[in-house]
């Protein structure tokens, strides 16, 4: 089966290519991506054509990484392979913002459906993630032995904890826990520094593909919280621009690509490999 889907993506990016030689030239699509997901789905890439990645795992694979891959594999699939351009954005509202005017075809990160209400504005995927897939861990450095050494959802509702409003479900989640301390900032970026200096205890993420589930955005090394996690509700899809001239035809070609991704096992397989499924985690404790 994964050979097959294989040989059809190979298939239509010769075809495509053979015929873009005949063509005096094709526009872009343009997707809009956070900047660390642009540098580490390049590192990932090493060169290599995203539509031919069969196997998702390895340095710099994360869930971010490997839906920025699954997209294009799923626009080829639909039936659109022209090339594509990633610009960068520095948070989600800002994403959203290029996406609503028409400046980026698409996201090319999934977003939380609840995010997704301006119907006027955007088309919105078949779901990639779908409800209570999406298991996050706390997140902490290793000196921060309070933080580490908690068992309960108890033990958690005392510390201080760092998200942002604009992360709704994210956010939504941290206030039902009834947090004592919560902090909203903007970038993910300022998130990371405020663990790493001390003035947070710890942030969500999702469990991550190295052999102790740890990561180093910013250059700070973050650890889970051991045997216990939080289950997020929710979809999670793509945003398509209404206002691009492309963008009714790429839904359409997004929607059908997905679909046939899901029927091979294919998106299954990518956030599996990715860490983002992590079997490790799966006997934790879901604290909320």
């Not at 392979?81 to 800002?94: E, L, N, W």
Request: aromatic fraction near 8%; proline fraction near 3%.
């Amino acid at each position: 089966m994964m050979k097959r889907i294989c040989s059809v993506l190979i298939f239509i990016l010769i075809s495509s290519f053979t015929f873009a030689e005949t063509e005096t030239k094709r526009d872009e699509l343009i997707i809009v991506i956070p900047g660390d997901v642009k540098r580490d789905y390049e590192l990932f890439l090493d060169g290599r054509n995203p539509i031919e990645i069969t196997d998702y795992s390895g340095l710099e694979s994360r869930r971010d990484v490997v839906e920025v891959i699954l997209i294009q594999q799923a626009l080829v699939l639909g039936g659109i392979s022209d090339p594509i351009r990633f610009i960068v954005a520095s948070s989600h509202a800002r994403i959203i913002k290029q996406v609503h005017s028409g400046t980026a075809l698409m996201s090319g990160n999934s977003i939380w459906y609840d995010l997704l209400n301006d119907r006027d504005l955007l088309y919105v995927s078949e779901a990639v993630i779908e409800k209570g897939q999406f298991e996050a861990g706390l997140y902490t450095i290793l000196e921060n032995q309070k933080t580490l050494s908690a068992k309960s959802l108890l033990d958690v509702r005392s510390l201080t904890a760092v998200s942002s409003k604009a992360w709704i479900i994210d956010w939504q989640t941290l206030n039902s826990m009834k947090m004592s301390s919560l902090i909203n900032t903007v970038k993910w970026s300022s998130m990371v520094k405020m663990v790493a200096k001390g003035r947070a205890d710890f942030l969500l993420a999702p469990f991550q593909p190295s052999k102790d589930m740890s990561f180093s955005p910013e250059g700070v090394h973050l650890v889970p919280v051991q045997n216990i996690k939080i289950g997020l509700q929710g979809t999670r899809h793509f945003a398509v621009s209404k206002r691009h001239p492309k963008g009714k035809e790429a839904i359409k070609a997004l929607d059908a690509g997905i679909l046939l991704l899901k029927e091979q096992g294919i998106i299954n397989k990518a956030y599996s490999e990715s860490g983002f499924f992590n079997e490790a985690v799966k006997d934790w404790k879901k604290i909320i």
